[in-house]
């Protein structure tokens, strides 16, 4: 397992409250893509000033789905313009380094980031074109990567290649830096889905995986909890009342695969739609 990022909980832009997860720490925020934001450029910030980025890249772990596009338009979109003094990610605003790396270093939000050694993964495909609405790596190559015109490197994850492939490139990274991850209604994360055998895969970083339970379209291809637990953060972003049952159920303990993650420091950034309390 990873060296943990960070024991905090963080103070995020619009936060309205922290709690506990029985995997780890939970913000509750106004906007669930600012926050995710925030904890980005804070990270990579600190990472791109200090000794550690000379020895190896930054890896990053980008999901799928729509809260995870709402994040990466809203990255997209800091990078082509600082925001206002009022925008909900202006560094005027409270400013703990909510990701920390092994190191301390003064954070500031717009410093410069060095993405030319930032090297992003996917941690999960449906089994489409890359040019299929349904795809990740298209979504994420069309929403972000057009928008990081230094980008280190970017492998998107192609089921006709298999697992063996995307297994061989990720087993470069271990352990991993940052991965961002979402939950489905039914608990699922990454593409790994309840009664799903590939949850008790001990050693394998990637596989093709089914929903036992047919809830979720396409076959597909995921990184196993091997390769999502070697990080050293995991941030699940949540949004929206169609969500509240699964996180009522998460933050009661109830099994599901969402809680078979379990890295350095795992934090969920919630918004108030989908939160229980």
């Known amino acids: 397992m990873g060296q943990p990022l960070s024991t905090t909980v963080p103070d995020l832009p619009g936060l309205i409250a922290k709690g506990k997860m029985p995997n780890g720490e939970m913000v509750v925020v106004e906007d ?10 804070s990270t990579l910030s600190e990472y791109s000033q200090h000794e550690v980025s000379q020895e190896k890249p930054f890896t990053l772990a980008l999901s799928g789905g729509p809260t995870a596009r709402k994040c990466y338009e809203t990255l997209a979109d800091t990078l082509s313009s600082p925001p206002s003094p009022h925008s909900p990610l202006s560094p005027a605003l409270p400013s703990s380094s909510p990701a920390k790396y092994p190191f301390s270093h003064p954070f500031s939000l717009f410093n410069d980031i060095s993405w030319n050694n930032v090297h992003i993964l996917v941690g999960d495909e449906r ?25 280190g490197a970017f492998y998107p994850m192609d089921c ?29 994360s990454a593409s790994l889905f309840p009664g799903s055998t590939l949850l008790d895969e ?5 596989a ?18 091997p390769a999502i637990n070697s990080s050293r953060q995991v941030i699940f972003t949540v949004s929206g009342s169609e969500k509240l049952e699964a996180m009522a159920k998460a933050m009661q303990g109830i099994d599901m695969p969402a809680l078979h993650i379990n890295a350095g420091n795992v934090l969920w950034i919630v918004d108030e739609a989908a939160n229980p309390r």
């Open 208 to 225: 093709y995986s089914r929903d036992p339970q047919q809830m979720n379209a396409h076959d597909r291809m995921t990184l196993l909890l």
């Open 127 to 151: 089994c489409v074109p890359i040019d299929h609405p349904d795809s990740n790596s298209g979504m994420i190559k069309e929403v972000l990567i057009s928008n990081i015109h230094d980008i």
């Open 160 to 188: 006709k290649a298999g697992p063996s492939t995307y297994s061989d490139i990720v087993s470069r990274y271990i352990p991993l830096d940052l991965v961002h991850l979402g939950m489905g209604i039914d608990g699922h």
């Open 202 to 206: 001990q050693s394998s970083l990637v």
């Open 32 to 41: 669930v893509a600012s926050a995710w934001c925030h904890v980005v450029h």
